[in-house]
């Protein structure tokens, strides 16, 4: 038993569902029952009870919650306790962050840093990546998490990779295609596709998938927005959008406002990256920051 198993099982507690746990914790359903079922395994013991779209926690469970709360406090007091002594938790640091799909799941990350260490201001850039690497080239930025765009060969700036984003074509749940079966890439053409320009720069397969299908790619019709700009847009009308499975978009797919369409030729995916300037040292507030983001998304694969 370790403490990243004892968070794991407090979220899951607290959630109520294994997959509202995932999300939270930026973490597969699949790793996640995996890694509690670890646990029950190492301590032999039922700490859940999974009941049909619940999960209660046994009695047991409820023993070594309690238990996982107290465990949790007293390391976090003693690693704040540690990183005031180096300097941590004052001062000022600035991020930025692509305006779609990321910004959910930053927000909690960042919401809990802030959260421990309320007299750090953090400031938070949000844009396309060219408008992000020239802020964080003029150190406007400490750092950004951004998509990998393989066209870019910069050697200012260092892309470490976190993890693989999928993306689909979604529309509203009353699109005449929503619910279809193995729908081709040309009876979707039939509609108007919505994206971001400087998306067909980071999808891996992108080309490929049109020329395949003997198919012009469509031409991008809008660029940067956020998250609830493209569901409130394609929720209103026939459009079909390429976004990323990840944050708000999950959350309207399973709460039925949209419907990722069912295409198998389509294989899309970005590799979604910490991206800071090569050589330079961050502030310890910023390379704590830096250190949690790569932790928590480079466990999270879509």
């Known amino acids: 038993m370790d403490l990243r198993q004892l968070k794991y099982f407090r979220t899951i507690v607290d959630q109520g569902s294994f997959r509202k746990a995932a999300d939270v914790l930026h973490i597969s359903p699949p790793a996640l029952s995996l890694s509690i079922k670890g646990l029950e395994d190492e301590l032999g013991l039922c700490l859940l009870d999974r009941k049909p779209g619940h999960i209660l926690p046994t009695s047991f469970g409820h023993s070594l919650y309690n238990s996982a709360i107290n465990i949790q406090n007293n390391v976090q007091s003693a690693l704040d306790e540690l990183n005031e002594i180096r300097g941590i938790g004052s001062g000022s640091l600035a991020i930025g962050i692509l305006p779609y799909?990321?910004?959910?799941?930053m927000g909690r990350l960042i919401g809990n840093f802030n959260e421990r260490y309320p007299n750090l201001?953090?400031?938070i850039g949000l844009g396309s990546s060219d408008y992000l690497r020239n802020r964080l080239a003029n150190a406007e930025l400490d750092f950004m998490v951004s998509e990998i765009d393989d066209s870019l060969s910069d050697h200012a700036f260092e892309q470490e990779p976190l993890?693989?984003?999928?993306?689909g074509l979604v529309a509203g749940h009353k699109h005449p295609l929503a619910g279809k079966r193995n729908l081709s890439l040309k009876r979707v053409l039939e509609y108007r596709i919505a994206?971001?320009?400087t998306w067909r720069n980071v999808l891996k397969n992108w080309n490929v998938t049109f020329q395949n299908e003997g198919l012009q790619p469509p031409r991008p019709s809008i660029g940067e927005a956020t998250d609830f700009f493209f569901i409130n847009m394609i929720s209103n009308c026939n459009a079909v959008a390429v976004l990323p499975m990840i944050g708000t978009f999950m959350d309207a797919i399973d709460n039925g406002q949209l419907s990722e369409l069912h295409v198998p030729k389509v294989n899309w995916s970005s590799t979604v990256a910490l991206v800071y300037r090569a050589g330079e040292t961050l502030s310890p507030n910023a390379r704590l920051l830096r250190?949690?983001?790569r932790t928590a998304l480079s466990e999270l694969t879509l």
């Open 195 to 197: 994206y971001a320009r």
């Open 163 to 167: 993890f693989t984003l999928r993306y």
């Open 101 to 105: 799909g990321i910004p959910a799941t």
């Open 121 to 123: 201001e953090i400031r």
């Open 291 to 293: 250190d949690e983001t």
